[in-house]
């Protein structure tokens, strides 16, 4: 656990308060995190996390109802899954290093991860002083503004849907909160059975022992 631990010290170094981090286990890490040495500072810079999306579905559904990116209020349209993008893009390596020599292989892959955070870089942004004469679908570099526009949209068109499903339904907001909350209680109350149940499962226990010993 040092190095993720490692990782989290060095993003609030660099980035300070209101980091949401993507884990594939952040579920259980932040157990470990909340008692390492820098438990007291990740309070403090209100680090919070979530489980990425495709991961998420293959933990249990309290887990989701607490971690999934669906259901945690900030993180907008982000799934958290570009390291499995990252990943898979780089299995393309395999056809021209298998056979190089451990120099050349270490050097594909050095180019390969330096050349992609640079696409990465450049991909993020788009430069203002072409938008007088130059639209903006032409550029590579848009997905900032790309991602704005969808999520525009989605407000816009779920919204509309949303709205209408509600006056059709009598429910609102609060409603779908407390509909969360409720179902995140019955799964946390599964856990242990009710004191009744418990009750009569030690009475038939006693009755079985009891009848046993005749």
């Not at 470990?32 to 979530?50: P, Q, Y």
């Not at 109802?65 to 907008?76: C, D, K, N, R, T």
């Not at 892959?109 to 072409?130: M, N, T, V």
Request: charged fraction near 20%; hydrophobic fraction near 40%; proline fraction near 3%.
């Amino acid at each position: 656990m040092k190095y993720p631990l490692a990782i989290v010290q060095r993003l609030i170094d660099m980035y300070g308060p209101d980091i949401c981090l993507g884990y594939d286990i952040m579920c259980a890490f932040i157990k470990t995190l909340t008692r390492s040495c820098l438990g007291s500072k990740v309070a403090a810079f209100r680090l919070s996390g979530v489980v990425p999306s495709f991961h998420g579905h293959a933990h249990n559904r309290g887990c989701q109802l607490h971690w999934h990116p669906m259901y945690i209020e900030g993180v907008g349209l982000e799934d958290f899954e570009e390291c499995e993008r990252t990943f898979a893009k780089s299995n393309e390596l395999a056809s021209v290093t298998r056979l190089a020599s451990p120099y050349h292989r270490h050097q594909h892959i050095d180019e390969h991860f330096a050349f992609h955070d640079q696409d990465k870089h450049a991909a993020s942004g788009i430069l203002s002083r072409f938008y007088s004469f130059t639209p903006l679908t032409s550029f590579k570099g848009n997905f900032i503004l790309q991602n704005y526009r969808q999520a525009l949209d989605r407000i816009q068109t779920d919204g509309a849907k949303l709205a209408a499903l509600s006056q059709k339904l009598g429910t609102s907001a609060a409603d779908y909160e407390g509909d969360l909350i409720a179902e995140r209680e019955y799964l946390q109350d599964l856990k242990t059975e009710p004191a009744s149940v418990q009750a009569t499962v030690d009475y038939m226990e006693v009755l079985m022992k009891a009848y046993s010993a005749k």
